[in-house]
């Protein structure tokens, strides 16, 4: 790794500059009634993937890049999307899309919901920004001052070497494959093994009447899988940064083998309840399913989520170890020196990242939010509207969501937990916002017996994944205690937040944006396991 004294800051690419002076020469156009408000963003993905197995490697490249326009008239929001970047085509597309909006009548009915560009001093008031983001800001900011945002890393990506990325992976493999008869296998027993790196530069431009934003983010992620016929293993680390991001420890190694090997003599688990303690990333994806999904304004807009009303009334859902956030601007995760994987610095309509309680020692608070379905429920704007990628809509999503962390070492919970069952691995999640059912996938148990794991291993009833299923408020109210963020000292957490794992989310089957799932672990009583 790289001396934490050579930490730099991603900067926008000089061709960007050039274009956010040419997209701020648009705003007026857009703004062609005073009671618009406009704005428009741009996004540049450039990604890189190194992988390999034992018998080949190979490089993939992917590069996408466009401008979203948007006119919102009090009652409608219009948006316009290009890739043609020219400046003709910019101008011709404005001068359309200004037309259309002009033609357009309003809905009948609709009740005009006017929105005025947040300024500065509404944007720095609005609740107290991480040190990452505020430090970044002008002291003497305007409305026309580019304000860009970078990421911090130490060891650039972007000078990485493709000949030198496919060796490392190799080497990787090359040290699973001597690792393994240490781990129970022997060399017929490791019958396929891979690992995947994706190297990301990430850049985008927010501009309205308010503000003149950019950020610059660089993302990185690594995958190992091991297999040994329909048994299979999966180590994944990353984060926003440099290469220092994607390191992998030799005892990480040493247990993705020693669970492959144990998972060739699996038990069948009796379907039933049991007592089990969850991982960091496992107490994640409850989070995330449980009122993450539910708790998108978007969601509660439309009737499709019972959080709304169970807001509204504020009764209680979970008890007082029930404690949900939702954070994009995690620029340490657990301690290390590199953002979580769903971080960023402002969302795709402008607004500053700030942490959000969503859950408040079993009650619900106000939910994430968007531009319009704040406006629709009346609630504070939230900097969670994100995009696929340009060409998709704005929905309300999550980004890094976690459990509060307890008080407990991870040794104290083992020893709560007594016979029971710990979980790591995940395989999923699903939830129903309306009915509050909740599903979390796990892919193996491990037993635990007086506190101490035995060395048995359990799979699902029919050989496969195990679920967690039930109704979100039981699952909250069986939560019987969590760990400290650096669950391995007995002393107070230095670590502001949690370790979060890199992961995805969709919406509607679709939609698929970066998410981190981690937080503390996490022990639960007499849940459905099945």
């Known amino acids: 790794m790289a001396n934490s004294t050579q930490t730099q800051r991603a900067a926008l690419s000089s061709d960007l500059i050039a274009l956010r002076e040419t997209l701020l020469g648009l705003l007026p156009q857009l703004e062609a009634q005073p009671s618009w408000y406009a704005s428009i963003f741009f996004e540049r993905k450039r990604s890189k993937t190194f992988s390999a197995n034992l018998k080949q490697t190979n490089i993939a490249d992917q590069a996408s890049a466009g401008v979203v326009?948007?006119?919102?008239?009090?009652?409608?929001?219009?948006?316009?999307?290009?890739?043609?970047l020219s400046a003709q085509n910019l101008n011709r597309t404005v001068a359309e899309f200004v037309q259309r909006v002009k033609n357009s009548p309003h809905p009948e009915g609709a009740t005009l919901r006017a929105y005025p560009a947040p300024s500065w001093k509404d944007r720095l008031s609005s609740g107290e920004l991480d040190p990452e983001i505020k430090n970044q800001i002008p002291a003497d900011v305007t409305a026309r001052t580019p304000v860009h945002f970078g990421i911090r890393f130490m060891e650039d990506p972007r000078k990485l070497d493709a000949g030198i990325a496919l060796e490392k992976l190799k080497a990787l493999l090359d040290r699973c494959q001597k690792l393994a008869p240490e781990s129970g296998l022997k060399e017929s027993d490791l019958t396929y093994v891979a690992a995947r790196q994706t190297t990301a530069d990430e850049e985008s431009i927010f501009i309205d009447r308010g503000s003149v934003l950019s950020q610059t983010l660089l993302r990185q992620a690594l995958t190992v899988i091991t297999m040994s016929e329909s048994d299979r293993t999966h180590l994944r680390v990353g984060g926003l940064g440099g290469l220092e991001a994607i390191e992998v420890e030799e005892n990480e190694l040493r247990t993705l083998l020693k669970d492959l090997a144990a998972l060739k003599s699996a038990h069948k688990l009796t379907p039933g309840k049991y007592r089990v303690l969850f991982g960091p990333v496992l107490s994640g994806v409850l989070a995330h399913e449980a009122f993450g999904h539910s708790q998108e304004a978007d969601t509660c807009a439309r009737g499709r989520s019972k959080a709304w009303e169970l807001y509204a009334s504020g009764e209680k859902v979970g008890n007082e170890h029930a404690t949900i956030l939702n954070n994009p601007a995690i620029f340490e995760t657990g301690g290390k020196p590199f953002a979580a994987w769903g971080s960023y610095f402002f969302d795709e309509e402008g607004w500053l990242a700030q942490s959000q309680v969503l859950l408040d020692h079993g009650r619900l608070k106000a939910p994430m939010t968007n531009l319009t379905s704040a406006l629709r429920l009346g609630v504070a704007r939230t900097a969670n509207g994100k995009r696929e990628s340009w060409a998709n809509g704005v929905y309300t999503r999550q980004t890094n969501t976690y459990f509060s962390p307890g008080k407990k070492t991870l040794a104290g919970l083992m020893s709560e937990l007594g016979d029971g069952f710990l979980a790591l691995h995940p395989a999923g999640g699903m939830e129903d916002p309306k009915g509050m059912g909740i599903q979390v996938g796990i892919s193996y148990l491990q037993e635990v017996k007086g506190g101490a794991l035995t060395g048995r291993v359990f799979k699902g009833p029919a050989g496969g994944d195990i679920q967690l299923t039930g109704y979100t408020p039981d699952v909250l109210n069986s939560i019987v205690d969590k760990s400290k963020i650096e669950f391995?000292?007995?002393?107070?957490?230095?670590?502001?937040?949690?370790?979060?794992?890199?992961?995805?989310?969709?919406?509607?089957?679709?939609?698929?944006?970066?998410?981190?799932?981690?937080g503390p672990y996490m022990l639960l009583d007499q849940v459905i396991l099945g």
Do not use: M, Q
């Open 488 to 518: 391995d000292s007995p002393e107070p957490d230095k670590a502001l937040h949690p370790w979060n794992d890199a992961g995805g989310c969709g919406k509607y089957h679709k939609e698929f944006v970066f998410a981190g799932c981690g």
């Open 69 to 84: 326009f948007r006119i919102y008239d009090g009652y409608t929001l219009f948006e316009r999307a290009t890739d043609d």
